[in-house]
């Protein structure tokens, strides 16, 4: 917020200085028809306070993207070792459940074949 505040301030500097500058050529235009090589204003080349402000804000926005996207980065891999995570879960979830089936369906032929026996037993000793 600083940065925009310095911003409008020099701006509205630059404003100024340009509305005086466009009011004293204009009392000046009648005097440069009647003269020779009237003198023309040319714009700086040097940086103005404006541009600095005005870079020093995209830098600073250009740092502050950096960092969102560094934690977003930071996120991802956090979301990513989660998702893995709740897969692994799953995935022993679903091999001690073939474990207690296979191993429910062994005990289920175990007591038939028992029963088998028994009932054969029976069957032989009537």
Same mark, same amino acid.
């Given at each position: 917020? #600083? #940065?925009?505040? &310095?911003?409008?301030?020099?701006?509205?500097?630059?404003?100024?200085?340009?509305?005086?500058?466009?009011?004293?050529?204009?009392?000046?235009?009648?005097?440069?028809?009647?003269?020779?090589?009237?003198?023309?204003?040319?714009? @700086?080349?040097?940086?103005?306070?404006? @541009? #600095?402000?005005?870079?020093?804000?995209?830098?600073?926005? @250009? !740092?502050? !993207?950096?960092? @969102?996207?560094?934690?977003?980065?930071? &996120? #991802?891999?956090?979301?990513?070792?989660?998702?893995?995570?709740?897969?692994?879960?799953?995935? !022993?979830?679903?091999?001690?459940?073939?474990y207690i089936v296979v191993r429910g369906a062994?005990?289920? &032929?175990?007591?038939?074949? &028992? !029963?088998?026996?028994?009932?054969?037993?029976?069957?032989?000793?009537?």
């Amino acid at each position: 917020m #600083q #940065q925009v505040r &310095e911003f409008r301030a020099a701006a509205n500097e630059k404003l100024d200085a340009a509305q005086r500058h466009h009011h004293d050529l204009s009392a000046l235009r009648p005097r440069r028809r009647a003269g020779a090589g009237a003198h023309r204003s040319r714009p @700086r080349d040097q940086p103005t306070s404006i @541009r #600095q402000i005005a870079n020093s804000f995209i830098e600073g926005q @250009r !740092l502050l !993207l950096a960092r @969102r996207l560094t934690m977003l980065r930071s &996120e #991802q891999d956090q979301s990513d070792i989660a998702g893995l995570l709740v897969m692994t879960g799953a995935f !022993l979830c679903l091999v001690v459940g073939m474990y207690i089936v296979v191993r429910g369906a062994g005990r289920l &032929e175990d007591a038939q074949r &028992e !029963l088998g026996d028994r009932v054969a037993a029976a069957a032989g000793d009537a």
